[in-house]
């Protein structure tokens, strides 16, 4: 087992009505100039951010707004943000919408603490030594950013994703009330799921000697975000569904199943963090594509995990051979990915890379990772390129 | 599914040699003058406080000491340490013991917060607005005062056991090196698992619409502690076994086991809060030595919950009635019991209470809930001296 570091600060606010507590939260914080930051006009639409406003005037809390937040979040709104903060003596930046508003919030408050280029902290040049207090409304549960220590911007004129980690960003506060969530399309709502389940499949898989807590912790929540899941395709407005997918969205991310192993794989979130970048997919839908195909190339170097994955998660019965009761279970999790409208090939999530265009990917694995890719096994820009083209 | 409130502050450092990192953690939190309390001369036969009072000193710490912190940790100590504390202008309190330890720790931080007199914050007369800040450094697997907002206090002119919960008791950090828990006895490690255990059991007893992902957390929880109690009879040196129970301590009681619950039932800590008012037992024995009698005396109103614990927890199979497979869970908890020394009634519990002393413990357990006690199936003073006599 190995030693770890738990730290997770934001206190939650979870429940029916929620939204309407941000004034009063945000002054216990002692904020008294907000930055409202979102996405597109469904959070206007549906009513929610006067909701929020109603909330901050009755607290008689000041704001200014910035919207128009895209999935893969652009470096570009993050240096418009900035300026406005400081214009406006902006001392705290609510969230309002799922882990792309959440993660930009992050960069500008790193970006109005520190001065100098914000993209620095994204580029390894710098490390962050702060940041403007945040809070957030969660509107999807998927990237789990309202509790973890992560925040992945896009830079809109080279094209590179890139994320940075510190504590510093965590968020003080997270409202979620999973009535929020309830209207959102089925596949946003199945990429929300399939992002939940990696983050945990990538500190699952790893190559250490692991604590049974935290495998029991992780099978669990797997098990809960796989059910509710498949419930969710049939019924979207399940309040409870919703709620169970929420709440594992936060637990996947805040580091509580990572506990006492070696930090985990996640060679798939940057297959696809390289993807996002060069093709602009969902992000939830291009980790399912390439899921299956990272997985068979890796497990006979783990063939235990994928195992006990198999068994304690997707419920298969041991087969005579270990590598067959493995590759089982990594059948059903395409099965199920499947089931919920996601795809499990690059055809499938609709995109065809050149050899070429592979290439490159693999190389920005290389670059971004200075080649110290993969836990369960290392792997070299060839491996990368294996399983690019076994994903095609 | 009910709303609920998630706040978990504490920085966790988990794992060998954590204790040398204490100078450096309370400078994190702006602390120069400590007051360093703990127990008995353990800490400092076995060169933990040496290691501590060096890690002060390189950091250039100034502290101050209060040992003598004992089981059931008593109010005229903690009216020594508030004075002491204004004495020597103490800023920041570092616990280093269990439970006890702490707790004692955090009523001393409510009373210099204050002034007046601390039990009142005990006795329901006020309410805590603040606290010194703690840090703790764990030495025995137990209470999960490291993690929780509960403090419990042994009034030792009345004999009155009063607990207060606030979040701003919340220790800021939690040093928790399993190593240091190696060689504690048989029986202290024995009712350590039982008081985690018994964290889980009283929040996943209850009478609300449950959420899923919550169960298989706790379920996972407590099958760890139950395996992990079992192989540290045989190996008590065993330092995974000893990690694994630990990280449970904190998990059981930081709120995580309650998310989307109605709060549980806590009837069994009730009654044996007065059991150890009265009598002065070990707290890990004496949830053990009434739990069984007050689960057939209420199973029938949760007898679903019973179900799934016994299959879930125990491996029960199912058997023809569900009444029956909830009986049987019982049973085997209390097999459980027996195997790692804990006793199973209050005569295995070494105490003899008279029908008088009985019908004053239900009394105290009445006066002290206000005649609230118990969720699975609330418990009027009838039922109280009920349990109590059917666990003799």
């Known amino acids: 087992m190995n030693d770890f570091i738990y730290y997770t600060p934001t206190k939650v606010i979870f429940g029916k009505g929620s939204e309407t507590k941000v004034g009063a939260l945000i002054k216990e914080q002692k904020g008294t100039k907000v ?45 418009e943000g900035i300026e406005l903060c400081k214009k406006e003596n902006v001392d705290f930046i609510l969230a309002v919408g799922g882990g792309s508003v959440i993660d930009s919030a992050k ?107 935290t495998d029991g912790i992780a099978e669990a929540l797997m098990r809960t975000v796989i059910k509710n899941a498949k419930i969710l395709v049939k019924e979207p407005e399940n309040y409870n569904a919703r709620a169970e997918v929420m709440w594992a969205g936060s637990l996947s991310h805040n580091g509580l199943t990572g506990c006492g ?34 997985a068979r190339y890796v497990c006979d170097a783990r063939l235990d995990r994928f195992v006990k994955f198999a068994e304690n998660v997707l419920g298969i019965a041991p087969r005579a051979d270990a590598a067959e009761t493995a590759r089982a279970g990594i059948e059903a999790m395409e099965d199920f990915y499947r089931e919920i409208g996601m795809p499990v090939s690059l055809t499938e999530l609709g995109i065809a890379p050149t050899d070429a265009q592979i290439e490159k990917l693999a190389d920005q694995c290389v670059a971004s990772t200075r080649d110290n890719l993969g836990k369960v096994r290392h792997l070299a820009k060839e491996d990368m390129i294996a399983i690019y083209q076994a994903a095609r």
Chains 1, 2 share one sequence.
């Not at 998927?142 to 590179?160: L, R």
């Open 261 to 294: 192993t070696d930090g985990g794989d996640w060679a798939t979130h940057k297959f696809e963090h390289e993807i996002g970048a060069m093709f602009d997919v969902a992000h939830g839908a291009g980790l399912t594509a390439i899921w299956g195909s990272w």
């Open 107 to 213: 960069a500008i408050g790193y970006g109005v603490y520190h001065g100098g280029d914000v993209w620095d902290f994204y580029n390894f040049k710098r490390t962050p030594e702060g940041c403007l207090p945040i809070g957030a409304v969660l509107t999807i549960a998927a990237a789990g950013s309202e509790m973890s220590d992560s925040s992945v911007i896009t830079n809109d004129e080279t094209w590179e994703k890139r994320g940075v980690n510190s504590n510093y960003c965590r968020v003080k506060f997270a409202v979620m009330n999973p009535e929020l969530t309830l209207t959102l399309p089925a596949y946003q709502t199945a990429c929300g799921c399939a992002d939940i389940l990696m983050h945990t499949m990538e500190r699952y898989f790893n190559h250490g000697d692991n604590m049974e807590l």
């Open 35 to 79: 930055l409202l930051h979102y996405g597109g006009g469904s959070a206007r639409r549906s009513g929610l951010l006067a909701r929020i406003e109603d909330s901050l005037s009755e607290a008689g809390i000041a704001y200014t707004e910035l919207g128009g937040v895209v999935p893969n979040p652009r470096l570009s709104l993050v240096r």
